[in-house]
């Protein structure tokens, strides 16, 4: 079982550059969110899909778009990126249990805005 | 947004000793998670606590979640060095209107050193 996968792994990319970083997961679970983690300000978030073809703005979306085509995948695109988006980029999707929900994450994205 | 205080926010200690990380909020959680984060990796859940009280072990470390559901600590008795890492501690609010968004504190990072 993968879990959640993400593309790339890392990238460096010059400012004003349109990117989109990848994610997929197989666990076929409805809700999927986009983080930024940054040191000193912990895990941010950026766009959540509840379901597929919904989404909605977190706490930074500024910059970011999101698009929620199918249950498995869940794109993040900078459509001109600014060195302030240098950050670690994690793709999470929730489980809903019989006691609570809990979140699964990807491995992350590293990317660094020059 | 419901805020998750975490301390402390770093902590080095030698092989053996025992440590006690606490995470708190003025609010009333349904139910709270920790995380562990290796460094290049994304945060993997350890615990889930959902009952006021509840005490939950694993292994070496032991999870409470206080009465009134609004904190919870994590204690480590004999650290090794495998236990080096980030942890997060998440706060579940129930339904809002980023779904079932998780609220992180900023963490701790922990370092045993052999």
């Known amino acids: 079982i993968a879990g959640i996968t993400q593309a790339p792994t890392s990238q460096i990319l010059a400012a004003g550059r349109r990117m989109t970083l990848r994610c997929t997961q197989d666990?076929?679970?409805?809700?999927m969110y986009w983080y930024r983690q940054d040191l000193g300000l912990g895990l941010r978030l950026i766009h959540y899909?509840?379901?597929?073809?919904?989404?909605g703005k977190g706490e930074v979306p500024d910059g970011y778009s999101v698009s929620r085509a199918n249950t498995d995948d869940f794109p993040l695109t900078l459509a001109s990126a600014v060195p302030s988006q240098t950050s670690v980029y994690f793709c999470?999707?929730?489980?809903?249990?019989?006691?609570?929900?809990?979140?699964?994450f990807g491995p992350g994205t590293r990317l660094t805005v020059t | 947004t419901q805020l998750l205080e975490q301390s402390p926010q770093f902590l080095s200690i030698q092989e053996g000793e025992n440590l006690t990380v606490y995470c708190n909020s003025s609010?009333?959680?349904?139910?709270l998670q920790w995380y562990r984060q290796e460094p290049g990796e994304g945060p993997v859940l350890l615990v889930t606590?959902?009952?006021?009280?509840e005490v939950k072990k694993l292994k070496r470390l032991t999870f409470q979640f206080g009465d009134a559901r609004k904190d919870s600590s994590l204690h480590i008795t004999a650290a090794q060095p495998g236990d080096t890492g980030l942890y997060l501690c998440?706060?579940?609010?129930?339904?809002?209107?980023?779904?079932?968004?998780?609220?992180f504190g900023k963490g701790t990072s922990l370092l045993v050193t052999p």
């Open positions: 998440a706060g579940a609010p129930g339904w809002s209107n980023s779904g079932y968004a998780l609220n």
């Open positions: 899909s509840n379901t597929a073809g919904t989404t």
């Open positions: 606590v959902v009952t006021g009280g």
């Open positions: 999470a999707s929730i489980e809903k249990t019989e006691r609570s929900y809990e979140q699964y």
């Open positions: 666990m076929r679970h409805n809700a």
């Open positions: 609010s009333v959680f349904s139910s």
